[in-house]
Nanobody, 124 residues
Framework: QVHLVESGGGSVQAGGSLLLACAVS?????????VGWFRQAPGKEREGVAH???????SYADSVKGRFAISKDTAKNTVYLQMRDLKPEDTAMYYC?????????????????WGQGTQVTVSS
């Protein structure tokens, strides 16, 4: 069973940076799978932010391109989301997700494995 644990959320001012981490366990075969980040702001639907596949190829939502970077440390089984130049509109609960890549691309309703979430708050 896949288990995901996020850390690193917090409160920052606009223009600041945060590093989120997602510790992944339970995968016996990661081929064809991706780990990624979704976020959900109050009153809004959960949306994809970024994901990375088993070959370390990243993908980003247009809203975060150039500001966020996803990476992974295979030895630590951890996926990171480096967030820079944060804006108030980035304020949301951020969730780590892991599944077959097509499920992450399809959207949150298709994803079967979630972390508990970590709050990111950006003040203006």
């Amino acid at each position: 069973q896949v288990h995901l644990v996020e850390s690193g959320g917090g409160s920052v001012q606009a223009g600041g940076s945060l590093l989120l981490a997602c510790a992944v366990s339970g995968y016996t075969d990661s081929s064809g799978h991706c780990v990624g980040w979704f976020r959900q702001a109050p009153g809004k639907e959960r949306e994809g932010v970024a994901h990375i596949d088993s070959g370390d190829s990243p993908s980003y939502a247009d809203s975060v391109k150039g500001r966020f970077a996803i990476s992974k440390d295979t030895a630590k089984n951890t996926v990171y989301l480096q967030m820079r130049d944060l804006k108030p509109e980035d304020t949301a609960m951020y969730y780590c997700a892991a599944d077959l890549c097509w499920r992450l691309v399809q959207g949150p309703d298709e994803v079967r494995n979630w972390g508990q979430g970590t709050q990111v708050t950006v003040s203006s």
